[in-house]
């Protein structure tokens, strides 16, 4: 069925805004607007069920939290600050705000690197450990109760088709 075609009752927003469009332009294929559109409006939901589980831990997802989880999965490895913001996509100057943010709440420790003067080392701290444990707990809880309804012998292949388009549209790995 395509969208500009009669449905008793739209499935969803985003079918609902595709027959609206459909009208607008009858000769427009919307199939690919309609994957990135629905896309966009599962990670936005997905993204803030999280938010509110790391928020009960004193974070943001895309904040704080992200910085100490890259520190913990680093651990034992100090990283520097440059390499931390590269890691979790963020500017120098938002790096800064977040580790200054981290180092009061004594989750992390910035020292001296040993072999040049003009850098520091970032390491999570073992009370920083103890809440990214328990906050990335609190996370995977939350993403079970999330897609319960989604039938788990489809998440791998739906999993597998996420990452080819990541690749595709330019998400480079990283380190995690």
């Not at 069925?1 to 427009?28: C, N, Q």
């Not at 989880?69 to 931390?84: E, K, S, V």
């Not at 072999?115 to 995977?140: H, K, M, W």
């Not at 939350?142 to 897609?147: F, G, S």
């Amino acid at each position: 069925m395509g969208y500009g075609e009669a449905v008793k009752e739209p499935r969803d927003y985003t079918e609902a805004a595709l027959h609206a469009w459909s009208d607008i332009f009858p000769d427009v294929d919307l199939a690919a607007y309609a994957t990135t559109v629905r896309i966009i409006r599962a990670g936005r939901i997905l993204e803030a069920s999280l938010d509110r589980v790391a928020r009960e831990h004193g974070f943001d997802l895309q904040g704080d939290y992200e910085v100490l989880a890259a520190l913990r999965r680093a651990y034992p490895t100090p990283l520097r600050p440059q390499d931390l913001a590269h890691r979790v996509m963020i500017s120098a100057p938002g790096m800064t705000g977040r580790l200054d943010r981290l180092e009061n709440a004594a989750y992390i420790t910035r020292t001296p690197h040993p072999t040049d003067r003009r850098a520091i080392l970032v390491e999570i701290s073992p009370a920083g450990i103890a809440i990214a444990d328990e906050t990335f707990q609190g996370l995977i809880a939350a993403a079970r109760v999330i897609l319960e309804g989604f039938a788990i012998s489809r998440r791998p292949g739906f999993n597998d088709e996420l990452a080819a388009m990541l690749a595709i549209i330019g998400d480079e790995p990283r380190r995690p």
